[in-house]
Structures are given as C-alpha cells and as structure tokens.
C-alpha cells in the first residue's frame, strides 16, 4: 500500500508529533493574519469572516495538541488571545451576517417595509461600526505587545 504525505505544507510523516503539531498551528496562524490588513480596513466582510474561521480553526488544533505542549503558562497565554480575537471577530461577523441578509430581503418588501427594514439595516451598521472598536483596540494591542512575534517564537522555537 503506497502512502501519501499530508496535504499541510511543511509536515512530513517521519517528523514528531510535537514538530507537526508546530507546524500545523504556525500554518493557521499565519493564515490567520493574513486576513487582518482587511479586516482592519472594513470595507470587504469577508476578511472578518475568514479571520474568525481560521481563528477557529486555530484554537481546535491547539486544543487538540495542547499536550505536546509541556510549558503549558505560555501556550495559555497564547490560547486566551486566539480565543480573545475569535470572540472579537465573532461580534463583527454576526452583524455583518444580519446586514447583508436584510439588505438581500429588501427588493422583495413593499416601500414601507423597505422603509422600516432600511431603519432597522442603518441600526445594525451602527451596532457594527461600534463592535469595530473593540476589534481594532485588540489589533493595536497585538502590534503593541508583539504577539505575532511572541507567537511565532513560542511555536517555532523548539
């Protein structure tokens, strides 16, 4: 029976666990950042909403390979800010959501309920540019602190 390699760059199946565990959690987190220039700027949803994706994916692998992970203060540490962004993104993400669906449900409205619905859409966008702050105040902290540095330190440092 012929084997495959792994379809994550980087991983080999002659590398330990705990080198594949690295290397997954560096890949997603990279990812992961990728998608913050835009998500800063705002004006295309969907880097909000693949930043809190990949966040989540991020959080799944280091749950699943926290073992690897002997000094656990530092691998905490990083968990709570990944679990920190998801949540911020997740704000965002959810009135995004909102947003474009009743925009989408607003040609098939009579004029008045275009009216309402346009009231109710012009609402949301306040409430989202409102949860934009708390997400734009925890990306100047991690710039601030060097968390991306940190991070990629911790995890590919052996």
Request: some cysteine; glycine content about 4%; hydrophobic content about 40%.
């Amino acid at each position: 029976m012929e084997t495959t390699e792994p379809k994550i760059k980087g991983i080999a199946s002659d590398e330990t666990l705990e080198t594949c565990a690295r290397q997954i959690i560096v890949n997603y987190f990279l990812e992961m950042m990728s998608f913050k220039e835009g998500a800063k700027e705002g004006t295309d949803i969907e880097f909000v909403h693949d930043m809190r994706v990949t966040s989540r994916r991020l959080r799944a692998a280091m749950d699943n390979f926290a073992d690897c992970f002997p000094n656990r203060s530092p691998f905490k540490r990083h968990y709570k800010k990944i679990k920190a962004i998801t949540r911020t993104m997740g704000a965002v993400r959810d009135l995004d959501v909102l947003i474009v669906r009743f925009r989408n449900e607003l040609t098939s409205l009579t004029a008045v309920e275009q009216t309402d619905l346009r009231g109710l859409i012009d609402s949301l966008q306040r409430k989202r540019k409102d949860a934009r702050e708390p997400m734009l105040a925890l990306f100047e902290e991690l710039e601030e602190t060097g968390f991306e540095t940190e991070f990629l330190e911790f995890f590919v440092g052996f």
